[in-house]
């Protein structure tokens, strides 16, 4: 794809921050285990948070959506049994004052982490749906590696990516499936939708018989998984910014009335532009956790919209 040399709106993002503040709500498909929610005091999830990627090819992996939170990571091995505990015995020599044992520690440090320290993981599985050469896969790497190919390689099957970001002293970790939009991939649309916290029903704003088409793949989606969030997600719109008023504003209303029957929150994004690809899982981050976001919403056509709040 073409970057286009004209000014495109939105195309910069400002540091917008997601306020954890009801982190106790936990309502995912599958149950974490209890007592390890996010702290409510873990202030804000910015775009300086530190991250890890991991890039994954296969249509027969499998892992759970929702792992639950568990004491260590396993991908950053850390001891949590200390070699060796601090002595707290006299020592065997003489000190300058016979009346007084000196303790003397052993010079090994404990490796130890105390409760606060300790790391705990969870893992949200992210679907991505839509007909063929849309985005979906330049919209997984830009999230996931920062980079932007404007070589398209068709995705065959499904494509499997992570992200982990760190807050405090949880690690979030984003499993993005995508799957390939040819009509012979559907039938592995169950690897991709089942216990998926969101499911992200993609269509190029180019392309309007991409957005008819999400009515199929949103009846099949939710045949899968009743319980996941969806999320109607505009493509290309460095592209679609240039239409006619006229074309934009049809496609925008018919979005919009499609979000609205999906329940579903609508963002027009751009891969290529980096426009609304961080606010997406910031956002998906927010609802599956029932926390406050306070990314501002874009309402008004010729702009990306960014519509989450009242779904």
């Given at each position: ?15 917008d ?45 499998f ?77 997984m ?46 039938n ?18 180019t ?50 009335r ?50 989450y709040?009242?779904?």
């Amino acid at each position: 794809m073409d970057t286009p040399q004209s000014y495109v709106p939105g195309a910069s993002e400002p540091s917008d921050q997601l306020e954890l503040e009801r982190a106790q709500s936990m309502d995912l498909p599958t149950p974490a285990q209890p007592g390890m929610a996010v702290s409510a005091d873990e202030a804000t999830i910015a775009n300086g948070y530190s991250s890890d990627s991991r890039a994954h090819y296969s249509s027969h992996e499998f892992h759970s959506p929702a792992r639950g939170y568990h004491s260590q990571d396993g991908d950053a091995p850390r001891s949590n049994h200390p070699s060796q505990l601090p002595s707290s015995r006299p020592s065997s020599g003489h000190s300058n004052h016979p009346d007084r044992l000196v303790s003397q520690p052993s010079q090994e440090v404990s490796h130890k982490q105390t409760p606060s320290q300790a790391k705990n993981s969870v893992v949200i599985k992210v679907g991505m749906v839509g007909d063929a050469q849309i985005g979906k896969t330049s919209l997984m790497v830009k999230y996931v590696e920062g980079s932007w190919d404007e070589d398209y390689i068709q995705t065959l099957g499904v494509n499997f990516m992570e992200k982990t970001i760190s807050i405090r002293n949880t690690e979030i970790t984003f499993s993005i499936w995508d799957l390939g939009g040819q009509r012979e991939f559907v039938n592995m649309l169950p690897l991709v939708c089942n216990d998926a916290v969101a499911i992200l029903f993609m269509f190029d704003l180019t392309r309007k018989s991409t957005l008819n088409s999400i009515k199929e793949w949103y009846r099949q989606g939710r045949g899968f998984n009743k319980t996941a969030i969806p999320f109607l997600i505009g493509t290309k719109y460095d592209h679609f910014v240039n239409f006619p008023r006229e074309d934009q504003e049809e496609i925008s209303i018919q979005a919009k009335r499609f979000a609205k029957a999906m329940k579903a929150s609508l963002i027009f994004s751009s891969t290529s532009h980096s426009i609304n690809v961080q606010k997406i899982f910031k956002i998906v981050l927010a609802k599956a956790f029932d926390l406050k976001c306070t990314i501002p919403e874009i309402e008004n056509i010729g702009e990306p919209l960014l519509l989450y709040k009242n779904v």
